[in-house]
């Protein structure tokens, strides 16, 4: 603390004096005033930024051996239920998109491969999110989520949208090289859609307004990212970030799309022959008809759709994929309980009723893969809170345990989710 009586006193750095600041901090033979102390501050998380910029090791950046397609499908089906087209599409565009990084230092390229970033649409807990991290996990690139409806237009209350490639940096460890070669899935594309299929005569800021300010992301350019994320300001230091390697995918469920679908494939509906192919259509599926004209009904402005041309599409999960998800998949939700119980030292069983039971609720609820979750632990909940200090070495899951064990409040909260 400063001495105000002794006036000799002086910051071993600056050289003012104890008068001159509001505070002295005294060491055995020298002395540092506050503002010296920030300044320090400053240089040593600049010199920590530029340590993490210069590369950590942790991510690839060499795509040299990038996995096949059929590679990657195959990795994909170790966590993932059902989905092929899904899978073969993302596999392959993946796989391209990486391939073209191998090449992009070679003396003889003479065609330029543009990258493809993908749109994947399908109703809730489809998977959607899920297959983007299990290949940002194989590929070994840093990888982040980002919520489509908390951007607005700079100047606006929200967040810019310079913030998804300061998330990026983050994951990658503020590694620029890294996170200039990762993947970005941007979620709830279509809560961003327009209103209508017309251009707004009013500024429509959190909607149409982000979808413009996505373009120079999507396609790449050179984008100024505040380090720290937050709104820019002219004095701050920022991370110039190139995007053109980036690989986006965007996904959302966009509610409501299939009757834009409904009534294009109806459209032109003349003669006997039209008439047999309209019923060929899965009506129970329409999604696995949808095209780019569909996505720009719905909302989307052509400027995105061009940006975004692999278009790829989500089955809705039936009982048989739901059972499945259940228990093949290397994380999923009945292991992840067993191993969470095995932690304590008891080993679950389940029959094969009390799985049917939990399929028949998700079913009921429809939604989808993210309700089994929700069923699960709700049914589950008592014996969790019990088991670790009830010294058991054994529980078994049965259908009877599970009609009576799943909470009344859990099944009118779902009810009114559905």
């Known amino acids: 603390m400063p001495n105000k009586s002794n006036d000799k006193q002086r910051c071993s750095f600056c050289g003012r004096n104890v008068s001159e600041v509001k505070m002295l901090i005294s060491g055995l033979n020298s002395c540092i005033c506050d503002d010296c102390v920030r300044s ?21 950046t060499d795509f040299k051996n990038v996995p096949k397609p059929k590679e990657i499908k195959a990795f994909l089906d170790e966590y993932v239920i059902g989905q092929d087209d899904a899978k073969k599409t993302l596999a392959v565009a993946v796989y391209n998109h990486y391939k073209r990084l191998s090449q992009k230092d070679s003396a003889d390229v003479d065609v330029e491969i ?29 990888f982040t989520i980002v919520d489509a409806t908390v ?7 929200g967040e810019d949208i310079e913030s998804i490639l300061t998330r990026l940096l983050q994951a990658a460890d503020y590694d620029q090289k890294a996170a200039e ?14 209103k209508g299929d017309n251009p707004s005569i009013t500024r429509d800021v959190s909607g ?9 992301l999507l396609e790449g350019s050179v984008v100024n990212v505040p380090p720290k994320g937050g709104r820019k300001h002219p004095d701050q230091d920022y991370i110039h970030l190139d995007t053109k390697n980036i690989l986006f995918i965007c996904g959302g469920a966009f509610d409501g799309i299939e009757r834009k679908i409904a009534q294009r494939l109806n459209t032109h509906v003349v003669g006997y022959n039209s008439v047999q192919n309209t019923m060929k259509i899965d009506k129970d599926n329409l999604m696995r008809y949808i095209l780019p004209q569909d996505l720009k009904s719905f909302g ?8 975004l041309p692999i278009l790829t599409y989500l089955n809705p999960l039936d009982r048989e994929a739901l059972r499945r998800i259940l228990t093949e998949p290397k994380n999923s939700i009945i292991r992840q309980y067993q191993k ?3 932690m304590d030292g008891v080993k679950m069983d389940i029959d094969a009723e009390a799985l049917e039971y939990i399929v028949d609720k998700a079913m009921e609820y429809k939604l989808g ?4 979750r929700s069923i699960v632990e709700g049914i589950l909940r008592d014996v969790l809170y019990e088991i670790p200090s009830s010294g058991k070495q054994h529980f078994r899951l049965t259908a009877k345990y599970a009609r009576e064990h799943f909470d009344i409040n859990l099944s009118l909260q779902m009810t009114g989710a559905a």
């Open 369 to 372: 893969a993210r309700g089994l």
């Open 181 to 194: 070669c990762g993947i970005v899935f941007i979620d709830e594309i279509d809560k961003i859609a327009r």
């Open 40 to 60: 320090a501050m400053e240089v040593i998380e600049a010199e920590s930024l530029s340590r993490h910029i210069k590369g950590s090791g942790r991510f690839n």
């Open 340 to 342: 969470m119980m095995d």
């Open 114 to 142: 543009e990258k493809s970033n993908i749109i994947m649409v399908g109703s809730t807990g489809t998977g959607k999110t899920l297959l983007a991290r299990t290949i940002s996990r194989l590929i070994k690139v840093p």
């Open 208 to 216: 149409e307004g982000v979808q413009q300010g996505l373009l120079k």
């Open 151 to 157: 951007f607005t237009e700079a100047g606006y209350v």
């Open 300 to 307: 989307l402005i052509p400027e995105i759709i061009g940006r």
